[in-house]
């Protein structure tokens, strides 16, 4: 279990804290977590089937909406599943491989979802303004190319720097969280971590203020735009953007706090927190903003199931 060099101590194995050692707590948590799980599997997986198998949606917007979905079922599997094991057990342990792997494939995913989601507001740029040229500049080859980037550029700056910079965990081996998260998993290190913080603090800037900055330049000139029209379209156009105004608020917040805020004893708490409501919440809800507020997607919606008429001679 355990390893001696130079009187360091190393862990092989990671116990999670979670939210509480009270079994009965987390025995009332289980159903929650479950219903969260479930809604979020058949949430993203409907928007996946709804788009994919009629075509009146296959445009790029509804492309991105299906990579974001995709994005989405990634990002709740990693950590939802391991917490709803560990809620109905008294032994919370993950072995710091498989601790490793988890938060480089959570690192990975959610710095991929902030590149598409600057991509889809470059999209809604596009399209309200500059609308004779958006099927040049959004043609197929062009989205094909935006999705590999986001993940090469995502795989670049993410998983390149932590295998470069790996961690050596030691005793005690107790992490305040639901899953290996990286900056929690740092301060279980053998050896100073300053030069992993400022990586993961530089890391941070690229892969989350840079999307950011560029969904708030493309939202800018969207709103210029908007407001030169006449009023009667406005409404219109304000809502093809709504949907993705929501979710980048929702997910852009909880990371900014996660990831970009001084750290403290306090913040440790906090960021279970805040993390929690980017992969578990956010996955959930990204499905129901989009459908409640796409008048296509509930227009096909309604039609699934409905009978077919079959005239009868």
Known sequence: METNRENKTFAT????????????????LFPIFFLIYVLSVA???????????????HTPMYFFIIN???ID??????????????????????????CLIQFKAILLIGATECQLLA???????????????YHVLMRWSVCLNLIAFVWIFSFINVIIPSLALPIIVCYPNKINHYMCEVLSVLRLSCYDTSIQELVIFFMGFIVLLV???????????????????QSSRRSK??????????????????????????????????????????SIICPMLNPLIY??????????????????????D
Do not use: W
């Open 211 to 229: 999307p950011f900055v560029l969904i708030l330049v493309s939202y800018s000139c969207i709103i210029s735009s908007v407001l030169k029209i």
């Open 119 to 133: 991509i889809m507001a470059y999209d809604r740029y596009i399209a309200i303004c500059r609308p004779l040229l």
């Open 68 to 70: 974001l979905s995709f």
């Open 237 to 278: 156009a304000f809502s093809t953007c709504s949907s993705h105004i929501t979710v980048v608020a929702m997910f852009f917040g909880a990371q900014i706090m996660t990831y970009l805020r001084p750290s403290s004893s306090e913040s440790l708490n906090q960021d279970k927190y805040f993390l929690m409501f980017c």
């Open 73 to 98: 079922l990634c990002y709740s599997s990693s950590a939802i599943p391991k917490l709803l094991v560990d809620l109905l057990s008294t032994r919370r342990t993950i072995s710091v491989i498989g």
């Open 43 to 57: 949430g993203n997986g409907l928007i996946v089937f709804v788009v994919a198998l009629n075509s009146a949606l």
């Open 13 to 28: 194995e990671l116990i999670l804290l979670g939210f509480s050692d009270d079994l009965n707590t987390n025995l009332c």
């Open 291 to 312: 459908s409640l507020n796409n008048r296509e997607v509930k227009k096909v919606l309604g039609q699934i199931g409905r009978p077919e008429h079959v005239s009868v």
